[in-house]
T-cell receptor, first 111, second 115 residues
Framework: DAKTTQPTSMDCAEGRAANLPCNHS???????VYWYRQIHSQGPQYIIH???NNETNEMASLIITEDRKSSTLILPHATLRDTAVYYC????????????FGTGTSLTVIP | GAVVSQHPSWVICKSGTSVKIECRSL??????MFWYRQFPKQSLMLMAT?????????EQGVEKDKFLINHASLTLSTLTVTSAHPEDSSFYIC???????????FGPGTRLLVL
């Protein structure tokens, strides 16, 4: 039960911003939204997480809607190395903090 | 940032043998570690949750007698695939939770090929 919905795939031109949406309409008030990415044949890499407020770090920005039912991960200037599968995960606090992965969004950055 | 390592990164074995995969947290103590399996072109599937000093909790459909998990210390968890068969060939990934519980770090994965 991944609790999130993401588009299967997206393309983005190199140098442009990549905006990856995620729906989590059943999120609870104390559940965080996490974003990870997985480059082919590697382990997932942490990107960012948030609860209510928008967050920004050196990799990306996370925009969470006021009702918290959806969020958008923004890679401000996509590079070819950002080609990966991006996973949006809601932390299920009532089941031992396991992370369940959905199908993710396969982002292809095009030269 | 925190680092999680796995060993080996690649293993090829004959059908019927057992394979042990190690997961270590290198610069933090992990009271809880998670084991995932990923088949080609699919997402990660959680197999089990491993708590230091206690028995692992397995997800529905995962055979606990086939996938033995030991979490003997705060920095090491092992997954043993017993009597491996070709259908066990997969990418196995571990994850560790820091003691604060808010961050999750993933290992680089171990690719298992059973001939």
């Amino acid at each position: 039960d991944a609790k999130t919905t993401q588009p299967t795939s997206m393309d983005c031109a190199e140098g442009r911003a990549a905006n990856l949406p995620c729906n989590h309409s059943t999120i609870s008030g104390n559940e965080y939204v996490y974003w990870y990415r997985q480059i082919h044949s590697q382990g997932p890499q942490y990107i960012i997480h948030g609860l209510k407020n928008n967050e920004t770090n050196e990799m990306a920005s996370l925009i969470i809607t006021e009702d918290r039912k959806s969020s958008t991960l923004i890679l401000p200037h996509a590079t070819l190395r950002d080609t990966a599968v991006y996973y949006c995960i809601v932390r299920v606090v009532d089941t031992g903090n396991q992370f369940y992965f959905g199908t993710g969004t396969s982002l292809t950055v095009i030269p | 940032g925190a680092v999680v390592s796995q060993h080996p990164s690649w293993v090829i074995c004959k059908s019927g043998t057992s394979v042990k995969i190690e997961c270590r947290s290198l610069d933090f103590q992990a009271t809880t570690m998670f084991w995932y399996r990923q088949f080609p072109k699919q997402s990660l599937m959680l197999m089990a949750t491993s708590n230091e000093g206690s028995k692992a909790t397995y997800e529905q459909g995962v055979e606990k007698d086939k996938f033995l998990i030991n979490h003997a210390s705060l920095t090491l968890s092992t997954l043993t695939v017993t009597s491996a068969h070709p259908e066990d060939s997969s990418f196995y990934i571990c994850s560790a939770r820091d003691q604060g519980g808010t961050s999750r770090y993933f290992g680089p994965g171990t690719r298992l090929l059973v001939l």
